[in-house]
């Protein structure tokens, strides 16, 4: 680790591209709706004032319980005992009710004002899903700009109340934000997310206790408020740490979704790019490659003679990197070893493929191997990484239409890959299966089509299907795959094909995952029918008469898994045109029987 290179320059370079972001936003967004962005900004202010009396009234109605008087009695109308009684309970009820419809109607408001953002760009092939896209990710810029006005609001009411205390959290907040710019890096923004939201309550009660030690200072001098004022001091203070750590939540999450800010919040010419200049990027530049990869290779036993970098290619949106090694030995032989580093937004998919490696590395299906050999796997402190030995020829790796001949191969390999209870037990707990999912989807997800669409589409008919296609599928044996076949990286290694990427490993229902085609039905039949021999003999197949029969339920499996992920992704278009065709699907199921 020592050899890793520290690339500050890149760093230095975001701050300024983070800057003009944060331009671009206030020029295009905020600027030209200026009066929508207030009026947003004022709804929440007037929340958060409500919220402050919600809290204060109930306090002032305890008083006069037990004392009779209150501190806000030269405010009050009526001096009668149960009057204020009455009264403060109203002020009460009235102030948090005001306070919930202030909160939802700025909801509201956010994505009115999406949909008109959307309407007035001039942007190209936008599909349904974007417009709860576009709401997500305005949410989240107008989050970020309410934070701060309600972090300024309350530090102004300790300013007028205290301005000792206000000078002690405008310091804590400044040290947090200087904490948070240090540590700051691209592949980290996850991280610190969620360090800040796990830790919003320590930031509170740490500026608690310091404003308690402001307090018993005062009570030493003399200067000592009175009770009414250090109650709404210490709520003010709350608040405005609380505010101050969603501020910079958001802000991070403004630099998480820029990608999705420049499609659907800003024209082409205010576009900023983060990512050309990542940190995790730069360490797979060529020279700094050389620096910190080959000797850790060589330090920690993995290459026995001097190793050679022979391919490095980036993934997924540059979030995942390969990098192709070559042991060469004296003899001429030789070794290949595949580096798969994952940025830290992705540690998950790494921990989920080390997880299936740890138990199946080596795995050969006959005498082939199937699954790449775990050589290591960690962390490092800006990514995951999985150590891969891949044989002792060089791959050559095939594209989308070389794949092709061997995808009926390779799914029939994986019904054959064994898998332990506790890893299938461990991946069931963690990931909802084809049948829960399809609870999941309610009539209601549709109650928005007018009387028409339903009846064109017919929703009635297909949602009284639906718990019968459930039920049918609830019945189909469930195999190893993966959610990404058809992008997963494969090579022919001495004539025959290895798949290394199996972060994607699902196991499910036969046919989820199964990409649709003209072909669907085809292509299942070919392969259960190939393996027929070894399924039947499986209990978990006997139901299932034929190959022919199997087959149709798992064509319907594959239609609801789609149907399924659409309806999640607020695809509803699409998710609409497949009713005709998963109506159909089940008739055949049922008539195959």
């Known amino acids: 680790m020592s050899k890793f290179t520290f690339l500050s320059e890149s ?12 331009a671009a936003l206030a020029s295009e967004v905020v600027w030209p709706f200026r009066w929508r962005v207030a009026i947003i900004l004022l709804m929440q202010i007037i929340s958060q004032v409500m919220l402050l009396a919600s809290l204060i009234i109930p306090w002032q109605l305890l008083q006069v319980l037990i004392t009779g008087q209150s501190r806000i009695d030269g405010w009050l109308p009526v001096s009668a005992h149960n009057e204020k009684l009455m009264l403060l309970a109203f002020l009460a009820l009235l102030c948090f009710v005001t306070y919930s419809l202030s909160k939802w109607s700025t909801k509201k408001a956010i994505a009115r004002f999406s949909v008109t953002i959307l309407r007035n760009l001039n942007k190209t092939r936008l599909v349904p899903n974007h417009r709860l896209l576009g ?5 989240v810029v107008i989050g970020t700009l309410s934070s701060v006005v309600i972090a300024s609001l309350f530090c102004l009411v300790l300013v007028l109340l205290h301005p000792l205390l206000a000078l002690l959290a405008i310091i804590c907040i400044s040290g ?125 036993g993995h290459c026995q003679h001097v190793p050679e970098i022979l391919q490095c290619r980036f993934l997924n949106g540059r979030g995942v990197a390969h990098v192709l090694i070559r042991d060469a030995h004296d003899s001429g032989a030789s070794r290949y070893i595949l580096l798969k580093c994952y940025v830290s937004a992705r540690e998950n998919e790494a921990l989920h493929e080390t997880a299936l490696l740890n138990e199946l590395s080596g795995y050969c299906h006959g005498a082939l191997p199937t699954v790449p050999v775990l050589l290591k796997s960690g962390h490092w402190s800006w ?85 019968l296609m459930l039920s049918e599928v609830e019945k189909i044996p469930k195999c190893k795959t993966l959610d990404n076949l058809n992008s997963a990286r494969m090579a022919d290694i001495g004539g025959h094909t290895v798949l290394v ?60 898994h789609e149907f399924c992920q659409r309806c999640r992704a607020d695809n509803d278009v699409g998710a609409l045109n497949m009713m005709a065709g998963l109506i159909k699907a089940y008739e055949m199921a049922k008539a195959s029987d």
Not at 135 to 139: D, N, Y
Not at 441 to 463: G, N, W
Not at 520 to 546: G, V, Y
């Open 11 to 22: 760093s230095k370079t975001q701050g300024y591209q983070v800057r003009d972001l944060v």
């Open 383 to 467: 990514c995951s990484f999985v150590l891969l030995h891949i044989g002792n020829e060089l791959p050559q790796w095939k594209n989308s239409e070389e794949r092709k001949p061997w995808m009926s191969q390779i799914r029939q390999c994986l019904l054959h890959i064994p898998l332990s209870d506790s890893l299938i037990a461990q991946y069931s707990a963690t990931f909802a299966s084809l049948p829960e999912r399809m609870k999941n989807v309610e009539a209601s997800h549709f109650a928005y089509l007018t009387e028409q669409d339903k009846q064109s589409f017919q929703i009635e008919h297909f949602m009284r299907l639906w718990p």
């Open 176 to 300: 947090l934000i200087m904490t948070v710019t240090i540590y700051y890096r691209l592949e980290r923004v996850q991280k610190l997310q969620e360090i800040l939201q796990g830790n919003v309550l320590t930031v509170i009660n740490i500026s608690f206790v310091l404003g308690f030690l402001i307090i018993v200072l005062d009570n030493i001098n003399g200067t000592m408020r009175p009770l009414f004022t250090l109650f709404i001091l210490l709520l003010a203070m709350r608040q405005l740490m609380a505010a101050s750590v969603n501020g910079l939540v958001s802000f991070l999450s403004i630099i998480k979704h820029v990608r999705q800010i420049n499609m659907l919040l800003l024209p082409r010419s205010r576009q900023i790019s983060l990512f050309s200049v990542s940190n995790f990027i730069g360490r797979f530049e060529q020279a700094t490659l050389r620096q910190w990869l080959l000797p850790w290779l060589i330090e920690n």
């Open 135 to 139: 709401k997500r990710v305005l949410g």
């Open 501 to 560: 990427d199996w972060h994607g490993w699902v196991y499910d229902t036969v046919g989820a995952y199964w990409p649709l085609s003209a072909r669907l039905q085809t292509e299942i039949l070919e392969m259960i029918s190939s393996q027929w021999d070894h399924l039947s003999a499986q209990q978990a197949w006997a139901q299932f008469d034929t190959p022919v029969i199997a087959s149709h339920y798992a064509a319907l499996a594959a239609r609801a």
